[in-house]
């Protein structure tokens, strides 16, 4: 019988992070949460959740050690999921947070979402699929996803952009770089089609 994959969804005490972990376990993966720098780097596959302000992310971030091995996870070529803040923190800076220094796997900026609409955006969108992802694979041109957010990614390569929304603009929201996939959307929440993209997050890990 084949094992499930691996994931490591980063502990480092910010918000809900159970919730990604339960709905990864849910879609077959054996998810565990996780500071232990040798369990993350024998997983199969990198996930890292966020709920919160940017900056106080990021130090929490640091302060757990999971810095270098963030990175290391990057940089190994196996699969790797940001999610919410946690896709913020994949970006170089913040205008939340100006002085705290991101990740800066997707080089650019997190701006904050104009004040003609309500902020936070609270709601389910319906997304615009950009181009094709194995991560949407039969989810359709236009899935639904649950958000709740005050600011979006604006990478410096507008080809990492893999999914926008409208929103009072257009907002990008899904981003690809290399083996990083990150998602300003919460899968988690987001019913079927979120539990259909963790599916092909799971599928991509077991192939890698």
């Not at 809900?16 to 596959?45: C, F, P, Y």
């Not at 091995?69 to 699969?79: D, W």
Request: with cysteine; aromatic share 8%.
């Amino acid at each position: 019988m084949t094992q499930p994959p691996r994931i490591a969804v980063l502990d480092y005490g910010i918000g809900n992070l159970r919730s990604a972990q339960k709905a990864l376990e849910r879609v077959g993966a054996h998810a565990v949460l996780t500071t232990s720098h040798s369990q993350i780097d024998a997983a199969d596959a990198v996930v890292l959740p966020g709920v919160g302000a940017f900056g106080a992310c990021m130090d929490a971030l640091r302060s757990a050690d999971l810095e270098e091995v963030t990175l290391r996870a990057v940089n190994s070529g196996k699969p790797f999921l940001g999610i919410c803040v946690g896709m913020q923190m994949l970006f170089t800076r913040s205008e939340e947070d100006p002085e705290a220094k991101g990740l800066n796997v997707i080089p650019g900026d997190v701006r904050w979402i104009s004040t003609s609409v309500p902020r936070p955006q609270m709601q389910w969108n319906q997304l615009d699929v950009i181009y094709p992802d194995s991560m949407f694979e039969g989810l359709g041109q236009k899935p639904w996803m649950y958000f709740v957010h005050s600011l979006h990614g604006v990478p410096d390569n507008n080809t990492h952009v893999a999914a926008t929304v409208q929103y009072g603009e257009q907002l990008n929201v899904a981003f690809r770089k290399d083996n990083v996939f990150a998602t300003q959307f919460h899968p988690e929440k987001s019913a079927g089609a979120g539990l259909a993209l963790l599916q092909n997050f799971v599928s991509m890990a077991v192939s890698s």
